[in-house]
């Protein structure tokens, strides 16, 4: 019986180091957790790329967007229907109403951001550029689909 149950053991080992976790795995709170520090480090930044491209450190500024892009990719799974309410989430319930459109704006985000990337080296006004590209996004999830604080 012992031997049995060191073989189950053993097994399950095996069987767990061949499957990530995934955020299914996760729990409720880790996702909901998850979500708020994803958008919290994007924000943040955020405002080091608008400090650096003032600085006209475009180059530093890059990878930030970078990240800020992977970003909004990943937070695609960080909104299941079991998350809308709990571990203070601000997270309206129009992201689960509509939620075609506030996937289509993390997609959109992410995309200006690889734009971003590209469009300050040539850009005549690296504030307006932002402004389109990052900023605005922002704004739209914000109105839509955050509690205000």
């Not at 993390?106 to 971003?116: G, V």
């Amino acid at each position: 019986m012992i031997r049995r149950i060191k073989i189950i053991k053993i097994f399950v080992i095996i069987f767990s180091l061949n499957f990530p976790f995934s955020a299914n795995a996760q729990t409720l709170e880790e996702i909901i957790k998850g979500r708020k520090a994803m958008f919290s480090e994007n924000y943040q930044n955020a405002k080091k790329i608008s400090i650096l491209l003032k600085s006209k450190k475009i180059e530093e500024a890059k990878p930030l967007m970078k990240k800020i892009s992977e970003n909004y990719k990943r937070l695609l799974d960080y909104f299941p229907e079991n998350t809308k309410e709990g571990f203070k989430t601000e997270a309206l319930p129009s992201i689960w109403e509509s939620k075609d459109e506030f996937n289509a704006l993390m997609q959109k985000a992410s995309d200006d951001m690889i734009k971003l990337v590209k469009a300050i080296e040539t850009a005549d006004n690296l504030k307006t550029i932002q402004k389109e590209l990052m900023w605005s996004n922002c704004t739209a999830c914000h109105s839509r689909f955050r509690a205000k604080h």
